[in-house]
């Protein structure tokens, strides 16, 4: 059997949470605007800090206010909502210029996959001014070019967020790589459904980052299997493992 390394499999990795440990900062950000939000819009589903992580991330902004606003008597408009869906942006890029850190163990990870001749992209929901900011901060920028990275909010005709299929397939098709040989590794359920539903070959869990705490961990992996995940993994270094068993 050959090398897996040997073999034209893509590893397609998302960013906030996976590569990078943004979403906490970027979570929190968002929920300081969202209680300013609420004094101006009344009527808004509240969340406490731990809670609103929980429930929102690897999600829009976008989807986020009206997942709080679903019930409330109070309606924002799409104007209203793409000035904040702005601010938001704004302020999230603020932070994780300055805050945003590499997940544990990715750095040497991400390190192998280059020497060993492994070819991956990065595959995300954010901006690519965000993921620029967060990759910058997180000194990984050397790792992921800029023809290496796709958002799925500036890299398609119109942005088509996770659970949406397209920036996989985008990725796939800009890359000349077969969605089915490609492995894509996603912390959020939101991911892992647009992986599957792009008919990615190999979906691998991510539990590690900060934004899940111990406790939670096992039951967000029962999650992302329930959801389409092949394996899932707490230790980013456990990648290297997996991608050398993956059948040629």
């Known amino acids: 059997m050959k090398p897996l390394h040997q073999h034209p ?10 590569v990078v440990d943004s979403e906490t900062i970027a979570l929190e950000s968002a929920w300081r605007l969202t209680d300013e939000v609420a004094r101006e819009f009344p009527g808004a589903q509240h969340y406490e800090l731990e809670e609103f992580v929980k429930n929102f991330a690897g999600k829009p902004y976008r989807e ?9 008597l109070t309606s924002l408009n799409e104007r209203d909502i793409d ?7 704004k302020r999230a890029i603020e932070r994780l210029s ?6 544990s163990g990715t750095p040497e990870v991400l390190s192998y996959l280059r020497d060993e001749g ?15 900011a967060c990759l910058t901060a997180a000194a990984l920028t050397d ?12 890299s398609l005709p119109f942005p ?15 890359l000349d790589a077969e969605v089915s040989d490609c492995v894509a590794v996603e912390d959020s359920l939101s991911g892992v459904k647009a992986a599957v539903a792009a008919g990615i070959g190999q979906i691998i869990g991510y539990v590690g980052g900060t934004h899940i705490s111990e406790d939670e961990r096992s039951s967000r992996a029962d999650v992302l299997q329930s959801a389409g995940a092949h394996q899932v993994i707490e230790r980013m270094h456990d990648l290297i493992g997996i991608l050398s068993a993956i059948p040629v």
């Open 9 to 18: 499999k893509m590893v397609l990795f998302d960013h906030d949470g996976t």
């Open 64 to 72: 986020i206010l009206k997942k709080i606003y679903a019930d409330a």
């Open 83 to 89: 000035k904040l869906v702005a601010e938001e942006e």
């Open 98 to 103: 300055v805050d945003a850190k590499a997940t």
């Open 118 to 132: 492994f070819k991956y992209a990065l595959v995300s929901n954010s901006s690519l001014q965000r993921l620029s």
């Open 143 to 154: 790792y992921f070019p800029s023809e290496q990275v796709f958002s799925a909010h500036d």
């Open 160 to 174: 088509r967020p996770k659970p949406l299929p397209d920036i996989y397939l985008h990725t796939a098709k800009c």
